[in-house]
């Protein structure tokens, strides 16, 4: 017998277990460790016990779904999945409806969802069940960038993140994916606990300004949590005014740059499918793709 019930802190060792037997299925998500998960659990906007649903088989866990509450634009993002071994069993459907009751009790207008491209069962399952294809992102990779040092255009420095600067990092970020399709926009609390307690050290956010200080870029890296050799840009981006002036590329080769001076021999990426400027940086920089994320909507009044 399969219980379908709420999240409770003692379950972290086994929905760990979980997520690590998941992945090699679902390719979606990095590899995390106890320590790191109880910090994305204690992240502002996140309510483990009332947003995480876990179906609970005599006391193992075989799946679960986590609920993300992006409400000031509207929507819900649900991830989760179920262990190979107990598909077909009716269980993906239960967590489902659990997570879209959720969602719908929170006054979320529409859930999304993130699928692997090469998982076709997971995609069928969700357009079965109404949801439809919205976006694709792509996950980029870079092994070799050989020397392609930063050039600051004249005027400008880079300069890393010290303390007191979580008000600007918070304005700048905002202002750069105000426009970006999915975008939720921060708070200085949230940028503060990223960058202090998930994403450490705060000196992998970099920034790009102009001599008279004005923050018009940034590039935010940070290390693999379980594996020291990746590294990853997490979000960068250029305040709109400042586009066109080559800040993008100048910025995202320092924090390259940053992470190859920490012995990290592979970083990644996620941009948005859609985004051509960004992806033409990112390929000029040797980047190149190495997964696709398909993203499905479905409005919560169609329950």
């Known amino acids: 017998m399969t219980t379908i019930r709420s999240f409770q802190s003692d379950d972290i060792p086994a929905y760990v277990h979980l997520i690590s037997e998941l992945q090699p299925v679902d390719q979606l998500g990095a590899a995390t460790s106890e320590e790191q998960t109880r910090r994305l659990l204690g992240r502002p906007r996140c309510h483990p016990e009332q947003d995480i649903f ?59 969802v993130p699928v692997a491209e090469s998982e076709t069962g997971s995609q069928g399952f969700l357009e079965n069940r109404g949801f439809t294809l919205v976006r694709r992102q792509y996950q980029m990779g870079l092994t070799e960038c050989g020397n392609l040092p930063p050039q600051m255009p004249a005027g400008y420095v ?17 202002l750069a994916f105000a ?15 990223m960058v202090n307690v998930v994403c450490p050290p705060a000196e992998g956010v970099l920034f790009i300004s102009s001599d008279r200080k004005k923050k018009a ?46 012995g990290i021999d592979e970083i990644g990426l996620t941009v948005d499918c859609e985004n051509r400027a960004a992806l033409a940086l990112y390929q000029s920089a040797g980047f190149t793709r190495t997964a696709t994320t398909l993203w499905y909507e479905r409005g919560l009044d169609a329950q």
Not at 220 to 240: C, F, I, N
């Open 54 to 112: 876990v179906a609970d088989e005599r006391g193992r866990l075989t799946g679960y779904i986590e609920v993300h509450r992006e409400l000031e634009i509207g929507r819900l993002v649900l991830t989760g999945g179920v262990h190979p071994a107990c598909r077909r069993r009716g269980l993906g459907s239960r967590l489902l409806e659990a997570g879209l009751k959720c969602g719908s009790d929170l006054g979320a207008k529409r859930a999304h």
């Open 158 to 174: 880079v300069d890393h993140f010290a303390r007191g600067d979580e008000e600007s990092l918070c304005a700048i970020q905002n």
């Open 217 to 262: 870029g940034y590039c935010w890296t940070a290390a693999h949590p379980t594996d020291s050799r990746k590294g990853l840009v997490h979000m960068m981006g250029v305040a709109p005014d400042c586009r066109g002036m080559g800040l993008g590329r100048a910025v995202l080769l320092a924090g390259i740059e940053y992470l190859r001076s920490r």
């Open 179 to 193: 426009e970006h399709w999915g975008f939720c926009p921060n708070t200085v609390e949230e940028v503060r606990y």
